[in-house]
């Protein structure tokens, strides 16, 4: 059976992601995204799944940073819709809750619903590991916001669903191998580069793709590593690396760039 990798406790929502993706899939939790970056690399498993891009709070900014250092090649992608649910010990009630449990992005992402209730935030490293933690530690008095499975997997009580103050909230997750995915009907591919400190240098990129009539689905900048203010751009596009003209493209650029890197070209998420 295949291995994937994620990120916090069982019943969270990155291995909601790779269940999803694969269906039958043995998923084995770890710390940190890191430590699942680093499975991938050593062999501990063959994919790796990680959230990349929420569509309210925007970029994981640690994802990225790890694909541009680690020699691993996005495979896949998913996109799902994230349902919060306050979870706590049955008996609880929402008058009796003081204190709610989960990771800052979920807080963030339920504010909303936080905001009348009265009680005290607690940010954690994971969902599904602040309900866990109020099962396994017998915490009364306490919630978690979590997935509908991480409460059936730790036998808690739902006090309120679908929390989350925007119903379009998604979230989108990368697989991570170290093999390349086949090519399909639909392409993306993702890569990330730097230009050359000159006028028009990006302009210049953009237009490579433009002229060839390659959409630009993703332009975004972060800080790079080697000198301040200077920055990276990671770009995703419609189309494979393979392709005639993508790799024109492609091509053209590296004239215009002093660092690029393929991320990978993968089967594009269904909407």
């Known amino acids: 059976m295949l291995k994937a990798a994620f990120q916090g406790e069982t019943g969270a929502f990155s291995e909601d992601a790779a269940i999803s993706f694969f269906g039958d899939v043995e998923t084995i939790p770890y710390c940190?995204?890191?430590d699942v970056f680093q499975a991938?690399?050593?062999?501990?498993?063959e994919f790796g799944v990680v959230p990349v891009e929420n569509s309210q709070a925007g970029s994981i900014n640690e994802t990225y940073d790890l694909?541009?250092?680690y020699p691993?090649?996005?495979f896949g992608e998913v996109n799902m819709r994230i349902n919060h649910f306050l979870v706590a010990l049955p008996g609880e009630t929402l008058e009796s809750i003081t204190a709610v449990h989960s990771h800052p992005q979920a807080l963030a992402q339920c504010q909303e619903f936080i905001g009348k209730l009265n009680v005290q935030i607690f940010p954690g490293y994971n969902t599904a590991g602040s309900a866990k933690r109020i099962r396994e530690e017998g915490i009364k008095g306490t919630a978690a916001i979590a997935s509908r499975r991480a409460a059936e997997i730790y036998d808690l009580t739902i006090l309120a669903s679908?929390?989350?103050?925007?119903?379009?909230n998604y979230t989108k997750f990368f697989i991570i191998s170290k093999k390349q995915a086949k090519h399909s009907k639909t392409n993306k591919t993702s890569l990330v580069l730097s230009t050359k400190n000159v006028p028009g240098a990006l302009y210049s990129i953009l237009g490579a793709f433009a002229n060839r009539n390659i959409n630009l689905t993703k332009l975004e900048s972060r800080p790079g590593r080697e000198r301040p203010w200077e920055y990276v751009f990671y770009v995703d596009f419609e189309g494979h690396i393979n392709d005639d003209l993508c790799k024109d493209a492609l091509e053209d650029i590296k004239g215009k760039t002093s660092f690029i890197k393929i991320l990978g070209s993968y089967p594009r998420a269904k909407d």
């Open 40 to 45: 991938v690399l050593s062999d501990e498993v």
């Open 67 to 69: 694909l541009l250092n």
């Open 72 to 74: 691993v090649v996005i």
């Open 32 to 34: 940190t995204f890191n």
């Open 162 to 168: 679908n929390i989350e103050t925007n119903i379009n």
